[in-house]
C-alpha cells in the first residue's frame, strides 16, 4: 500500500477562495483524521470519522470548515471563504478500529492563504 | 475533555547526550499512549507505544514507560544522535472512543 495520500502538497489561494484538501486513506482502515498543525498551536484535531461517518467535530474551527467522506478511500476538507489565519500544515492520518494501534500519517497540505 | 501536555522546546544536546521528553496526560478512562516523531518536511511516524500501566514501549533506543500514577510517558535516550534532530509528539487514544489526541511537540536538536 502507498500509505495514505495528501492533495495537494502545497496550496496557495488567496483571500476569500474556496479550499479543497484531499486524502485518501490506506485501503482497510475505518478510522480516518484530519489534524491542523501550526507553530502556535501545535497539532490539532479537526474532525474525525469512523466507517465514514464524522463521530466528534468539535475541533473543526468555524463553519467556514466543513469535511465529507462519501466513501471509504476518500476524505475532503473545505475551506469557504478561506482567510489568512487558516494558513497552516494540515494532515490527514488514518488507522484500524481499536485504540490502541497506530495511526499512519500523510504528508501534509501546507496551506497559505494570502 | 482528554488532554496531553508536553515540555515546552526546542530541547537542545551535544551528540551522545542523555534525552528526557517529559509528557502527562489526563484522560477519563485508560487510554493507549504513544510517542510520534515528526522529520523536517515529513507527517508524523509511531516511534512507539504502550497499551497499559507499566508497559514500557521501545525503539531506536527511546523508550518510554506508562506510568498510572502519576498520569506520565516521559521519553529517553540514553544517547542521541544528530539524525535523531526532529519533532516529537505524546498522544494518547482514548479506549471508547478511538480519539487520537497530541501534545503540542517538543522540537530536539543535536549537535556534533
Known amino acids: 500500500d502507498a500509505g495514505v495520500i495528501q492533495s495537494p502538497r502545497h496550496e496557495v489561494t488567496e483571500m476569500g477562495q474556496e479550499v479543497t484538501l484531499r486524502c485518501k486513506p490506506i485501503?482497510?482502515?475505518?478510522?480516518l483524521f484530519w489534524y491542523r498543525q501550526t507553530m502556535m498551536r501545535g497539532l490539532e484535531l479537526l474532525i474525525y470519522?469512523?466507517?465514514?461517518?464524522?463521530?466528534?467535530d468539535s475541533g473543526m474551527p468555524e463553519d467556514r470548515f466543513s469535511a465529507k467522506m462519501p466513501n471509504a478511500s476518500f476524505s475532503t476538507l473545505k475551506i469557504q471563504p478561506s482567510e489568512p489565519r487558516d494558513s497552516a500544515v494540515y494532515f490527514c492520518?488514518?488507522?484500524?478500529?481499536?485504540?490502541?494501534?497506530?495511526?499512519?500519517f500523510g504528508q501534509g497540505t501546507r496551506l497559505t492563504v494570502v | 475533555g482528554d488532554s496531553v501536555t508536553q515540555m515546552e522546546g526546542p530541547v537542545t544536546l551535544s551528540e551522545e547526550a542523555f534525552l528526557t521528553i517529559n509528557c502527562t496526560y489526563t484522560?477519563?478512562?485508560?487510554?493507549?499512549l504513544f510517542w510520534y516523531v515528526q522529520y523536517p518536511g515529513e507527517g508524523l511516524q509511531l516511534l512507539l507505544k504502550?497499551?497499559?500501566?507499566?508497559d514500557k514501549g521501545s525503539n531506536k533506543g527511546f523508550e518510554a514507560t506508562y506510568r498510572k500514577e502519576t498520569t506520565s510517558f516521559h521519553l529517553e535516550k540514553g544517547s542521541v544522535q544528530v539524525s535523531d534532530s526532529a519533532v516529537y509528539f505524546c498522544?494518547?487514544?482514548?479506549?471508547?472512543?478511538?480519539?487520537?489526541?497530541f501534545g503540542t511537540g517538543t522540537r530536539l536538536q543535536v549537535f556534533p
Open positions: 492520518a488514518s488507522s484500524i478500529t481499536q485504540g490502541n494501534t497506530e495511526a499512519f
Open positions: 485501503s482497510g482502515h475505518d478510522y
Open positions: 470519522f469512523n466507517n465514514n461517518v464524522p463521530i466528534d
Open positions: 484522560a477519563t478512562g485508560y487510554p493507549s
Open positions: 504502550a497499551t497499559k500501566a507499566d
Open positions: 498522544a494518547l487514544s482514548d479506549r471508547g472512543t478511538d480519539k487520537l489526541i
